[in-house]
Each structure stands twice: as C-alpha cells, then as structure tokens.
T-cell receptor
Framework: DSGVTQTPKHLITATGQRVTLRCSPR?????VYWYQQSLDQGLQFLIQ???????AKGNILERFSAQQFPDLHSELNLSSLELGDSALYFC????????????FGAGTRLSVL | KNEVEQSPQNLTAQEGEFITINCSYS?????LHWLQQHPGGGIVSLFMLSSGKKKHGRLIATINIQEKHSSLHITASHPRDSAVYIC?????????FGTGTRLQVFP
C-alpha cells in the first residue's frame, strides 16, 4: 500500500459528461502529480501541485483542470468527455518537488462510452 | 523519436536468469526513475537515480549521465518479477516516460 488513495477505482460515463477524480496523498506529502495512461500514448504527465499551488504543467487538455485543497487532497476535473479520454488516471505524491521518490495511487479507470 | 527509449519492448526469461532492461534518453535530466507496473495496473517506484548505482534486493539500477543511459538489472529472476518496467526521466519539473518493457518470467 503506497499510502496514496484514489477514488473512484472505476468510472463509466458518456461522451460530453463531466467527472471528478479524487486523490489523497500520503500523510505529510506536499506534492501531488496527475498522470494519464492510455493504450496509444502510454504514461503522460498532466499536472503537478505543491502545497496548493500549480507547480508544473504537462500535456493537460484545456477541458481538464485540477486543484489542490488546503488539506492537500487534489481533484482532477475532466469535462466535455470524449471517447479518447478513456484511460487510467494515476495520482502520485511526494514529499517535496524535485529529487523525491513519487508514490503512486492505484489509479482510476475511466471508460467513456 | 521519443525522448525516452527503452529496450527491449518485450522480454521473456526462465526463472533464475539475469535480466537487463535498457533506457536511453535525449534530454537533460535531474533524475531518472525506474517504475514497475503490475498486471493489475498498480505502479511502484523501484529506484530514483541521479548518478552511479543503486541496489535493492535482487534489483540493481545504474546510470551513465555522460552517455544518457540507464540499465535495470534483475538477478535470479522469479515469476513474480513478471511486470512492465518503465523508465522515466525528470526534465524541467516533469516526468517523461518510456513506453515500458514487458517482462515475463517462466518457472
């Protein structure tokens, strides 16, 4: 158990809908990272938050947004969903921002039908 | 060309064999990670390296910064090592991932 909790584990929804994925980091970790893993693109970095502030941005679509709350949990919001958004979404956390091991959650499997 | 390349893409081995997975990258990095993804999808961090060599149990990871190359070695492989091994480099505040090496170890 990595100590990173992601909910829900599975999510099935329809095109055009909006969903929210939730991540609780390990106790004491200030950084939260979001990743997308799809069959055709592999693992891709989406966005990182550190202590409530956006720290780095990767290949995150404009239809996607994230935030980190004062209690350090994070949410990834995906809107106007398309079939191609079907993927595994992972959250990871680490103590700091640079040279720290990241601990991954079990992922949320999103299926857009 | 991908910024992070792994080889081989697929690897099968008999239990007890010595295994090497290679990772080459073309960008400047501050660290390199080796990750293991189990068949169920969960990801575990194995190593984070910025220089030299690290060992944990039967796993050894090395990095050559000048040659922009890292290797992950598994000694005395076991069926429970069957997984996808992913190399990721930290470049400009983000991780860039390789496409992974799928390892199957047969008894």
């Amino acid at each position: 158990d990595s100590g990173v909790t992601q909910t829900p584990k599975h999510l099935i929804t329809a095109t055009g809908q909006r969903v929210t994925l939730r991540c609780s980091p390990r106790s004491g970790d200030l950084s939260v990272y979001w990743y997308q893993q799809s069959l055709d693109q592999g693992l891709q970095f989406l966005i990182q938050y550190y202590n409530g502030e956006e720290r780095a941005k990767g290949n995150i679509l404009e239809r996607f947004s994230a935030q980190q709350f004062p209690d350090l949990h994070s949410e990834l919001n995906l809107s106007s969903l398309e079939l191609g958004d079907s993927a595994l979404y992972f959250c990871a956390s680490s103590a700091g921002t640079a040279k720290n091991i990241q601990y991954f959650g079990a992922g949320t499997r999103l299926s857009v039908l | 060309k991908n910024e992070v390349e792994q080889s081989p893409q697929n690897l099968t081995a008999q239990e007890g064999e010595f295994i090497t997975i290679n990772c080459s990258y073309s960008v400047g990095i501050s660290a390199l990670h080796w990750l293991q993804q189990h068949p169920g999808g969960g990801i575990v961090s194995l190593f984070m390296l910025s220089s030299g060599k690290k060992k944990h149990g039967r796993l050894i990871a090395t990095i050559n910064i000048q040659e922009k190359h890292s290797s992950l070695h598994i000694t005395a492989s076991h069926p429970r090592d069957s997984a996808v091994y992913i190399c990721a480099v930290r470049s400009r505040f983000k991780l860039i991932f390789g496409t992974g090496t799928r390892l199957q170890v047969f008894p």
